[in-house]
């Protein structure tokens, strides 16, 4: 079983910054992608960014050129840097793992309890 938690996330003015971050924890072997997801009310959650473990990166248009995910794979971290935050990124942010307890299992997908980010106009 793998634990995810996150931090960072509170309440900032338009066009402020937040970093978020999330450590994984338990029978990790390897992770593969790690990524965050956000939740708004009343919408379905959707893909903030997503990093590979080559580092290759993935982004949701809406957050293109705002945000940056990173990792850093020897403590099982992913962050998140959000800046020139706008009132519609306010959601409960997750974060997601895809990952292995040994080195020929199969992959398994964890997710964190959120965090919320609020951003006011």
């Known amino acids: 079983q793998v634990q995810l938690v996150e931090s960072g996330g509170g309440l900032v003015q338009a066009g402020g910054s937040l970093r978020l971050s999330c450590v994984a924890s338990?029978?990790?072997?390897?992770?593969?992608?790690m990524g965050w997801y956000r939740q708004a009310p009343e919408k379905q959650r959707e893909l903030v960014a997503r990093?590979?473990?080559?580092?290759?990166?993935n982004y949701a248009d809406s957050v293109k050129g705002r945000f940056t995910i990173s990792r850093d794979n020897a403590k099982n971290m992913v962050f998140l840097q959000m800046n020139d935050l706008k009132p519609e990124d306010t959601a409960v942010y997750y974060c997601n793992t895809n990952s292995r307890p040994t080195d020929w299992g199969p992959w398994f997908n964890y997710w964190g309890q959120g965090t919320q980010v609020t951003v006011s106009s």
């Open positions: 338990g029978s990790i072997f390897s992770i593969n992608v």
């Open positions: 990093i590979e473990s080559s580092g290759r990166t």
